[in-house]
Every structure is written in C-alpha cells, then in structure tokens.
C-alpha cells in the first residue's frame, strides 16, 4: 500500500458513503468479512483517538466476578486516558466514595450486584448525579433498550465484556456533556432493565407529595398503583413523573395476578406521541380491576400500594414509599416464608451421607436460600463463581449440539460438587447446588435435587 | 524408546505429528465406548495435543478451549472451599453427557482430558477407559 495508504483507507471505511465504500472493497478484492473486520479495525482506531479520559473510575461489581476491572484497564489503556479504578462491591460503597472523591469521572455498575445493588445505584445516579457518565452492564440481551437508554443518556452494555463494545459505550458516554435529561424516564429505563434481567421486585417511586408503585416478578410488569389508578394507567402516570426517587423491596407474592398486559418498554411507546406528551389512556373499569384479581389480593394491593406515608423527617414533611406501610409488612413476612421453605427444602440434603452445604440459587446467581455445616464453605461467597461454570457450561453444551445443561458434577479428592438446574425453558429457571465429602452419597444427593425440582419450582412461580 | 525417533526427527518437526499420532492411539479406547461422540487430550491452558471427533457438530478445536476454561475455573473454586483441585468434572445435558479429566495439578505433567458421549452413552466405561489412559499419556508427553 502506497505511503499513507492506511490511514486513507481507515478514513474511506469510517465515511457513512456506502458508494465509496462499495467501490473501495471492489478495488482492493476485499471479502466482506474483511471489509467488516476492517471497518471495526477503523472504527476502534477512531475510538482511540476519540477517547480522552483523565480522573478516576468507579466500577461497582462483584468481587468474585472480577471480569470488569481487567477488561476496563486494558481497554482504556491503549487510549488516551489517565485513569485510577477504584472498586465498590455495593450501592453503599459507590456513593461512598462519589461523596468522598469529585475526580470520579464515571461510574461502571454491574446490573448482576447481589440484592439488586447494582439497580439501587443506577437508580439513585440517574436521580442524585445526572451529570456523571453511567455505563450500566446488563446480563441478558438488552438491544432493545438501547434508544431508550440513549434518550436517558447512558450508556449500556452485556456480558461477556468486549473490549470494542466497551470502548464504544465508554467513548459515548463521555462524550455526553451532560444528562440533563436523564431524569425524564428514568424509573421507565429502571423498570425495563429490571424487566429484562428476569428480576422480581416492588419498586416504589415517589415525586414530591406523589407517591406509586409498580410490582415486577420474574421480568413481567405485574401491576402498578399511583394515587386512585391501578394497572396500565398508572403505570402511564409513573412513567410520566420527572425526578422521582425509586426504592426497591424483596417482594413476590404469586397469588398476585398480572394485570398489565404490556412490557414497560411497550407502554413507554404507546404512551407518549411523538412530541414527547403523554397520550390520555383508557382507564381500566373498578368492575373490570376487581375481575381481573381475588378481592383479599385486590384489597392488600390496594391498601398498601395506595395510601402514601407521611412522616416528620428533620421538621420537613415527606412523602415516604408507600412500601413503609403494611406492604413492608406482608413482603417482610411472604419473603420470609419463602426463605423458610426452600430451607426445608435444603434439611433434604442434611439427611445424606457426607453433606456439607447446599443452597438455592436463581439463574443469575442469588442465593435464595442457603446452608452450610462446614466453616470453610460460604457459598454466598462463592456460590455466584460455581453459578457462573454452571452457566458457561449452559452455553458450551448449547453449542455442541448437546443443548443446556441440567446437571454438573465437580469431584474432588476431598468432595463432590453438584449442580442441578430448572431446565432454561422450565416455568422458573433456578439452580441448586450441594457439597458433599468425597465418599458422600453424591447419587442420593442427585434423586433428592430431582425430585426437589417441581416443588421449588412451585414456590418460587 | 520414543525419544529416541523424537531426537531424529527434531530438525523436521515430524517428532510433532508423530507424538500426534502416537496420543491419537490413546484415544482410540474411547471410540469404543457406546455412544461415543468426541474426545481430546489438552495441555491445562486448553491447547490440543489430539483430538478426534465423530460428530459433524462437534468441532474440539473450537469449544475445547471453552469446556477447558470451564474446568480451570472449577479448579480454582473447588480449591477455594477446602476440597483441593478438581479433579473431574461432568456435565449432563438432555443430549448427551461431558466428562473433564484431570491428571492432577501436582502431576509431573497437569493435563486434561475430554470425552463427549450421547445421553445413552456408557459413562461408567468411559470414565474407567479416562482413568486407565491417564499413567500412559502422563509417561508419553512427560
């Protein structure tokens, strides 16, 4: 290639003329695979020059994933950035530190935080720093969230980390001078992640004297409350609040019916015309509300969704969530209960020879309950490292041909570890996991996994 | 002596596809077993000394090095609750069943070895056939 050739050629595949491109790629014989490995060649190049970053970051994982830190490093390593990382392992930690440090420049959160921390912290920078860049790092296929997440200016990305992608949505992000939109549809952009992570909580919001509430379980919109409205329109109503703040509380009730039959991201489309105004929603009839649910479940929605809490905070009245009342309560005792269960579910193991710990995992690695008799083994520190092989050995076998695993057995010459899943397509996707000595009845360990199956499945559905 | 035609044929790299061939022969026992459908023996970085596969979608020089970071993580994690390194790892499917073996972290030489048979296959048979190729393998690459 002649004398600066290269540099011409990066320029021509970085042009958006298709025409010029064509004629480029005929003129040099290039493949289209090449053409398009080029181009992202061009394009990373363009994303070096582009990216110029000094001050510290702050990456918000956990600390047994440890997969952000490195990449992050050497991604931005080879631009033109100075940079310090610097790690929180929760919500806690990261404003922590933002309140300590004012060169924090970014802030990276891994959605996959245990106890929804990675949500509380994108929630509380979306409201708290709207002028700080957020990169958020999704764990499933997020692509249609994309424009959504634009329009709340941040930037948002999944696992497995690629540097390119990275380095994109970093370049973004920086680029971005402020947010100053972003609390304009922020609880809609929170709503729809937790919606696509297959999470379960209730979130309640609150602006000013307002108060409402939006119930997800397993990743589906299941009804929402705001004032006197209920269902889709309220919803709406929450969806249309500027500045609110989001709590999120453990809660999943399944005799709770799903009245909304729209994804957040549906009812984002249908509600807002294309100047940005809330369109007038059809309300739901109290008759046709009342069908749609068992009158006791109605009736406790109702009482503990509705009604907003007012307390004296420093002389100054505030709305609080109205999860402060009765709700708080009844998730309180349900999530209880729920814990309770799936313990005894996990006394099963305790019987078997050689047993040692066991928990109840959901599929992207919170342990739901858990239990251990060995002081070496906590496996809320390292059931999410056995819960990520079981989930790469998922995709590997998916692969081959072989479909997603169902079941995994690591031996030891001290133990067994086994792994039994759900089944990826099964009504809820969990995993369980068991440690047994080496001479453990690892067979028996495998019936009780296998006949635990639909009874868990039960309770968690 | 193997090393002997190793020395003679160091200037010519044949020493390569011989010790190839001569680790190919190894996996030959596994063919046997019911339901077969892929093996390989792999340095502990996930690089492949031999492989064969009898399935058209099972390529081992593309998830090889996957199956392997699998059983290097569970290494790590087995190592971490005080159960030592793993030493197998087994993978059940609704298609068929993966088996990862070990020769041992503290082996003269740590390498793994990988066999995929069908959901039906003779696990038993080839878990012992893995067992059985560990000594002779150890002594040929160490």
Redo the contacts between chains.
């Keep these: 290639m002649f004398p600066g050739g290269q540099s011409c050629f990066v320029s021509i595949l970085m042009t958006n003329s298709e025409e010029l491109r064509g004629q480029m790629s005929s003129l040099v014989a290039l493949s289209e695979e090449n053409l398009a490995k080029l181009s992202g060649l061009a394009k990373e190049a363009q994303n070096n020059r582009n990216l110029r970053f000094e001050g510290k970051i702050c990456v918000a994982e956990r600390k047994s994933a440890g997969e952000l830190f490195p990449t992050i490093d050497a991604t931005l390593n080879g631009c033109q950035t100075h940079f310090e990382l610097c790690d929180a392992e929760n919500s806690g930690d990261a404003f922590d530190l933002l309140s300590s440090d004012p060169t924090i420049g970014l802030v990276i959160v891994d959605l996959q935080l245990p106890r929804l921390e990675g949500f509380k912290l994108l929630a509380k920078l979306l409201q708290d720093y709207p002028q700080l860049p957020v990169v958020a790092v999704a764990c499933r296929d997020v692509s249609s969230l994309q424009r959504l997440a634009t329009s709340s200016n941040i930037g948002i990305i999944t696992h497995p980390l690629n540097t390119c992608a990275l380095q994109d949505v970093v370049t973004t992000c920086l680029s971005m001078n402020s947010r100053t939109g972003s609390e304009d549809l922020a609880q809609g952009l929170v709503a729809a992640l937790l919606e696509s992570e297959g999470r379960t909580t209730l979130m309640a919001l609150s602006s000013g004297t307002q108060s409402g509430s939006c119930f997800i379980r397993n990743g589906q919109l299941i009804d929402a409350t705001c004032g006197d409205k209920y269902g889709a329109e309220a919803m709406l109503e929450l969806l249309a609040w500027r500045k609110c703040e989001i709590l999120f509380t453990d809660f999943s009730d399944k005799r709770i019916k799903r009245k909304i039959d729209k994804t957040v991201l549906e009812l984002i489309g249908s509600a807002f015309d294309k100047s940005g105004t809330l369109k007038a929603v059809e309300p739901l009839s109290q008759a046709e509300w009342e069908d749609s649910s068992g009158n006791e479940v109605k009736e406790e929605l109702e009482s503990s969704l509705s009604a907003p809490h007012r307390e004296q905070v420093e002389g100054k009245e505030t709305v609080r969530a109205s999860t402060d009342v009765g709700f708080l309560e009844d998730p309180k005792n349900s999530m209880e209960e729920l814990v309770m269960a799936l313990e005894s579910y996990l006394e099963r193991f305790k019987k078997i020879n050689g047993y040692k710990a066991s928990a109840i995992m959901n599929f992207t690695g919170e342990i739901l309950a858990q239990d251990s008799i ?1 002081p ?2 906590d496996l809320g520190m ?1 059931g999410a ?2 819960n ?2 079981f989930r ?2 998922h ?21 067994i ?1 086994i792994m039994r899943c759900s089944g990826v397509k099964a009504k809820v996707h969990y995993h369980t996991i068991a ?1 047994f000595s080496a001479d453990g009845n690892q067979a028996l360990a495998k019936m009780e996994m296998e006949k635990m199956i639909p009874l868990v499945m039960d309770e968690l559905g | 002596m193997a090393t002997s035609g190793r020395q003679k044929s160091q200037d010519t790299y044949e020493h390569i596809d011989q010790e190839e061939e001569l680790l190919g022969s190894y996996l030959a026992a596994l063919q046997k077993v019911k339901g077969y459908k892929a093996s390989a023996i792999m340095t502990f970085r996930g690089e492949i000394l031999a492989g064969h596969s009898a399935d058209a979608k099972i390529d081992l020089r593309a998830v090889g090095n996957t199956f392997n970071d699998i059983f290097r993580n569970a290494h790590e994690a087995s190592d971490k609750i005080g159960l030592k390194s793993c030493l197998e790892l087994v993978i059940n499917t609704p298609k068929g069943i993966i088996i990862m073996r070990c020769s041992g972290g503290d082996a003269p030489v740590h390498f793994h070895l990988l066999v995929i048979v069908s959901a039906e296959g003779n696990l038993a048979l080839a878990k012992m056939e893995l067992e059985k190729m560990i000594a002779p393998v150890l002594a040929e690459i160490s």
């Design positions: 060995d070496n083994i390292v490292t056995f990520d092989i790469t050995a995709e590997a076998s998916d692969k081959i041909g072989l479909e997603a695993c169902r079941e995994a057995s690591i031996s030891t010459p001290k133990g570890i440690i």
